[in-house]
C-alpha cells in the first residue's frame, strides 16, 4: 500500500500530466516550478551529499543526542508541552489571520459561511426572503422559495456562529488549527514512533506553510480537519489493545459525524475504512460489538441535526443547499458540471495532478519540492500498523473522491488536500528512521537530515515571506471596513447603492427571472453583452420568466462562437460579437465600469450605522424607492486603481428618478 502511495506522489506530483493531455486543466506555470526545484533542489542535494561524505569521515562532528533530547523533553512535558505548542500555532495563525488576511472573509465561500453563521448565531436556519432577490442575491446564496440562507452543510458556518457569538469570528481558524496541532500531538505520541520522528511529524503539520495560511482563513476546511484529526485519536484508542473501548469509539463517531455535518465526503473517506476496522474487530466478542455500534450512534447524533438543517432549508433532509441551488450536476460523478465542460475522469485525472504539483510547493514551501521525503519514506518503508493502513486508505478515498468532483479546489493552496497534511508530515518526519531500517549508511542518513533542515530554512527565509506578500495584496476589494468608511463618510441610516460590474448586475437579474444558477452561467458566458442586457430588461417588463429569456437569446445561439472579449470594461467574461449591437445603455455600463466599481456580495456582512446596502441595478432600482423612501440614498463605487479607496457619493432623489425613467 505504502509503494502504491509513493508512486502516486511520484507521477502525479512531479510530472506535467495535465500539460499533455489537450484541453481541459493546464500547468502553465510548471516550467517555472521546475526550474525552482531543480535550482533550490540542487542546492539542497548539493550541501546533503557533502555533509553525508564529511560527516562519514569525521562522524564526531554529529551530535546524535541533540534532537533526541529535546523530543525527550517534549515526551516528558506530555499535555503541558502539547498545549504550548498549540498555544503557538494559535499565536501564528492568529497573526496570519490579523496582518495578511485583514481577519475578514476574502472568497466568496467565506464569505457567504459567515453569512450563514450570523444566521444560525441569531437563532434561525434561515432568513425570510426580501420582497426583489436581485438586490440582495449572491453566487451562493439560496433565496428562492421564501427563504434565504447558504449553499454550505449546516457544520461550517455552526463552528463560525461560535465565533460570532464571541465576537471574534476570525479566531475561529486559528482556534481548530490550534486544536488540531494539539489532537495530532496526543495521536503522535499513541503511535509507534521515536519521539524524534513523533516531534518532527507534529512540528512540520502544525507550522507548514499550508496549514498555518489556511488556518488564519475562515474556510471549513480548516474545522473539518480538526475533527478529522479527534476521530483519528479516538480510533487509536478505541483500537490500541485487545480490549474494546467503546467510549473511545463513541467519542470516535461523534468526531466524524460533525466532520460530516461541515464536508460529508471528506469525512466519509476516513470514516468508511474506520468502521470497516471496527466491524472486522467486532467479531472478537460481544463488547466489541458494542463499540462498533456506539460509534454509529456518535456518527448519528451530528448527522440527525445536519438532517434537520436540511430539511428546514430544502424541504428534504437528504438534499443539501448546493443541490438545491446548482440541481445533480454540483454533485461528485462524471457529468456536465454547473459550468463549463463536462468532467471526465481525464479531467479528473487532470486535477488530481495540480492538486499535487501545488502541494510540491505550497504543504511546506522548501528550496525543492514539498513531497520528495514523504514520497521516499513511503517508497521504502516497511509493513505498516493498522493505524497507518487506514490513514493510507482514508487519504487514497480523499484522492479518489476529488477525482471525481467537478471543481478546481484552488485557494490558499490546494485546499482540498489539508485533510492530507497531518499524513504527509508524519511520512516525511519519517523517513530517517525508514532509511536506517534500510540499513542505509548513518553518514547518508545524517545528510539527507541536513539536506531537509536546509530546504526547510531556505524556504522560511525567502518562499514564505514571498507567499505572504501574494496573499496580502489579493483580494483588496474584499478587504475593506465598509462600515468604518460610512462612518468616515457621514452615511448613516441610508439605502446604500452598490456599483457592482455590468456582467455581475446581468447575472443577478437573470437569477431574479427564474433562470437557475447554471443557466445564467451559460447565457452570460455564450452571449454578446449587449443583447443580453436587452433580452433581460425584455423580459423583465413582460414578466415571462426564464422560459422568456431563453426564446429571446435562442436565436444568437449560433453566434457563440463569434464572440470577443470586450476590452472597453477590462472584465474577461463580458463578450461581445465583432458589429454586433451597442446600444445606448450598453455604452454607459462600459462607461461606469470603467470608471470603477465594487463587488456586492462582501457587503451581504455589512452592518453598522443602520444602512442598507443593495446592488444598484439603475432603473430597476425604482421598485425600492416605495420600500425606502424614508432614507438618504447614497452610491458606493469604487476607482479602477488596484487597492483604491470606496466612495460614497449622496444622490439626490429628483435626479435617481430622472435617470430611472431615461433607461
Not at 500500500?1 to 510530472?15: D, H, I, K, P, S
Not at 447558504?150 to 481548530?176: C, D, K, R, S, Y
Not at 458540471?337 to 510540491?360: C, D, K, M, S
Request: net charge positive; charged share 15%.
Amino acid at each position: 500500500m505504502t509503494q502504491v502511495a509513493a508512486l502516486v506522489l511520484l507521477v502525479f506530483g512531479l510530472l506535467p500530466i495535465a500539460n499533455w493531455i489537450p484541453g481541459g486543466h493546464d500547468a502553465p506555470w510548471y516550467s517555472e516550478r521546475l526550474a525552482g526545484w531543480l535550482s533550490g533542489g540542487g542546492i539542497v542535494l548539493g550541501v546533503g551529499i557533502i555533509a553525508a561524505i564529511t560527516l562519514r569521515r569525521r562522524p564526531g562532528w554529529w551530535r546524535p543526542g541533540l534532537w533526541a533530547g529535546i523530543a525527550a523533553r517534549w515526551r516528558t512535558g506530555n499535555r503541558r508541552a502539547d498545549a504550548g505548542i498549540a498555544l503557538a500555532v494559535f499565536a501564528v495563525c492568529a497573526l496570519v489571520a490579523r496582518f495578511i488576511l485583514s481577519a475578514r472573509p476574502l472568497l466568496i465561500d467565506e464569505i457567504i459561511s459567515l453569512y450563514q453563521a450570523r444566521i444560525f448565531a441569531s437563532g434561525r436556519l434561515w432568513l425570510p426572503a426580501p420582497a426583489f432577490t436581485e438586490f440582495t442575491s449572491a453566487l451562493l446564496l439560496l433565496d428562492g422559495h421564501g427563504k434565504v440562507y447558504g449553499q454550505f452543510p449546516a457544520g461550517g458556518p455552526a463552528m463560525l456562529a461560535i465565533g460570532t457569538l464571541l465576537h471574534a469570528e476570525w479566531l475561529v481558524g486559528p482556534t481548530a488549527t490550534a486544536i488540531g496541532a494539539y489532537l495530532f500531538a496526543r495521536l503522535l505520541r499513541r503511535l509507534d514512533l521515536r519521539d524524534g520522528t513523533a516531534l518532527a511529524a507534529l512540528l512540520l503539520y502544525a507550522f507548514a506553510p499550508f496549514t498555518v495560511f489556511l488556518g488564519g482563513s475562515m474556510m471549513n476546511h480548516v474545522t473539518e480537519t480538526t475533527w478529522l484529526l479527534g476521530a483519528a485519536l479516538g480510533l487509536s484508542i478505541a483500537t490500541g489493545s485487545e480490549r474494546a473501548n467503546p467510549r473511545a469509539a463513541f467519542v470516535m463517531g461523534l468526531a466524524f459525524g460533525i466532520a460530516a455535518a461541515i464536508r460529508p465526503t471528506d469525512a466519509a473517506a476516513f470514516a468508511l475504512p474506520a468502521g470497516a476496522w471496527l466491524l472486522w474487530r467486532a467479531r472478537r466478542g460481544v463488547s466489541h460489538a458494542r463499540a462498533m455500534l456506539l460509534s454509529g450512534l456518535g456518527i448519528a447524533i451530528p448527522l440527525t441535526l445536519l438532517f434537520v438543517v436540511n430539511a428546514h432549508q430544502t424541504g428534504n433532509p437528504f438534499r443539501f443547499g448546493y443541490v438545491e441551488l446548482w440541481g445533480k450536476s454540483h454533485e461528485i460523478g462524471f457529468h456536465a458540471a454547473p459550468w463549463g465542460e463536462a468532467h471526465t475522469p481525464v479531467r479528473g485525472l487532470e486535477l488530481i495532478n495540480l492538486y499535487f504539483l501545488r502541494l510540491q510547493d505550497y504543504f511546506l514551501e522548501t528550496a525543492g519540492p514539498s513531497l520528495v521525503f514523504a514520497t521516499a519514506a513511503l517508497g521504502l518503508a516497511p509493513r505498516q500498523a493498522g493505524m497507518d493502513r487506514w490513514a493510507l486508505a482514508g487519504a487514497a478515498f480523499v484522492v479518489l473522491a476529488y477525482w471525481a468532483y467537478w471543481h478546481d479546489g484552488f485557494y490558499l493552496g490546494p485546499r482540498f488536500m489539508l485533510p492530507l497534511a497531518p499524513w504527509l508530515a508524519l511520512w516525511t518526519a519519517r523517513l530517517p528512521a525508514v532509511m536506517e531500517w534500510r540499513r542505509i549508511s548513518p553518514a547518508v542518513i545524517r545528510g539527507a537530515v541536513i539536506a531537509g533542515s536546509l530546504a526547510l530554512l531556505i524556504g522560511a527565509v525567502t518562499s514564505v515571506p514571498l507567499r505572504a506578500a501574494q496573499y496580502r495584496r489579493s483580494n483588496l476589494s474584499k478587504r475593506f471596513d465598509v462600515d468604518s468608511a460610512a462612518a468616515a463618510n457621514g452615511v448613516h441610516d441610508a439605502l446604500v447603492l452598490v456599483r457592482e460590474w455590468w456582467g455581475g448586475q446581468m447575472v443577478a437579474r437573470m437569477w431574479s427571472l427564474g433562470v437557475s444558477r447554471t443557466d445564467a452561467e451559460h447565457y452570460y458566458r455564450w452571449n454578446d453583452a449587449c443583447r443580453l442586457q436587452s433580452a433581460i430588461t425584455a423580459t423583465d417588463r413582460d414578466a415571462s420568466g426564464a422560459t422568456g429569456l431563453q426564446r429571446r437569446l435562442a436565436p444568437f445561439r449560433a453566434d457563440s462562437a463569434r464572440l470577443v472579449t470586450n476590452r472597453v470594461n477590462g472584465d474577461s467574461a463580458v463578450r461581445v460579437v465583432p458589429g454586433g449591437p451597442i446600444t445606448g445603455v450598453c455604452l454607459r455600463r462600459m462607461a461606469e465600469d470603467s470608471a470603477g466599481f465594487t463587488t456586492y456580495p462582501s457587503l451581504l456582512l455589512a452592518r453598522g450605522y443602520g444602512n442598507v446596502y443593495l446592488r444598484d441595478l439603475h432603473a430597476r432600482d425604482s421598485v425600492l424607492h416605495p420600500l425606502e423612501s424614508h432614507r438618504p440614498i447614497w452610491l458606493l463605487t469604487q476607482a479602477p486603481e488596484i487597492g483604491a479607496p470606496l466612495r460614497f457619493e449622496r444622490i439626490p432623489v429628483d435626479s435617481m428618478l430622472r435617470e430611472w425613467q431615461n433607461q
